[in-house]
């Protein structure tokens, strides 16, 4: 099983500090020091429990990429080969892949042992991957078999989770687009998710959509990102009343 993942938010470098103090504001943690040879690389500290959400500063338009963190990256890079992921460039010592559908993950080493905290206030805990549906049954698998973590089945037809105890979670949901390349977003675990969008709305971000049990919303610097109905103290969804 890989034992941690980090959620990479690939940010415009023109609106980088913008986006920066969005998020710390939106997720109560407390921006690092920049680091890198640009200064392009950031993490975002929770109060408690291991970091998994960081910004880089891009020359691209707004994405997200993970890292995946394990103890044997050689091994985790071969599995991934196997499982027809092909290397899309390296940086430093980490090699950068695509999926079979072309979403961009690096392999990189866990460091500690390291513990998602929930406190029960809203958390950015869960990616969700946006896959086509000419990519689903196979990014299904893949994604299954790199992590180590069973699929499961979603209560939202369309969906389906992989999820690990104490781990930041994985969401993935079949677009309606036929083809096309994978891609994702973040979603934040909401207990009030109208005083959240609100809240959302004066730091910056703006309104996409609202459905049933989310809404997406779009953050300074581009991210596409969703408000959910799960409950934040556990990150499975609330039964309905």
């Known amino acids: 099983m890989v034992p941690w993942i980090q959620l990479f938010l690939d940010t415009p470098a023109a609106s ?18 920049r680091r890198g040879e640009d200064g392009q690389f950031l993490t975002l ?36 080969r196997d499982l027809g992921a092909t290397t899309a460039w390296t940086y430093h010592d980490v090699e950068v892949m695509r999926s079979p559908g072309g979403f961009v993950f690096c392999q990189t ?3 500690g042992d390291p513990v998602l905290a929930r406190d029960g206030a809203t958390i950015l805990d869960q990616v969700c991957l946006d896959i086509p549906g000419e990519h689903w049954d196979t990014e299904t698998a893949f994604w299954s078999e790199l992590t180590g973590r069973e699929l499961q089945e979603a209560s939202s037809s369309g969906f389906a989770r992989l999820v690990a105890p104490d781990q930041p979670r994985i969401l993935l949901q079949r677009l309606d687009e036929p083809e096309g390349p994978v891609r994702a977003h973040p979603d934040l675990a909401t207990a009030d998710r109208p005083g ?39 990150g499975m969804v609330r039964p309905r009343v």
């Open 196 to 234: 959240d969008t609100d809240r959302h709305v004066a730091l910056g971000a703006k309104v996409v959509a609202v459905h049933d049990r989310w809404t997406v919303l779009r953050a300074p610097g581009g991210q596409v990102y969703c408000l959910t109905d799960r409950d934040p103290s556990t």
């Open 16 to 33: 980088f500090d913008e986006a920066v103090d969005f998020w710390a504001a939106v997720t109560g943690w407390q921006s690092s020091e």
């Open 45 to 80: 500290l929770p109060p408690t429990g291991a970091a998994y959400v960081k910004l880089q500063a891009v020359d691209e338009p707004a994405g997200i990429h993970l890292d995946l963190d394990t103890h044997d990256r050689p091994a985790s890079v071969a599995l991934a």
């Open 109 to 111: 080493l866990v460091e």
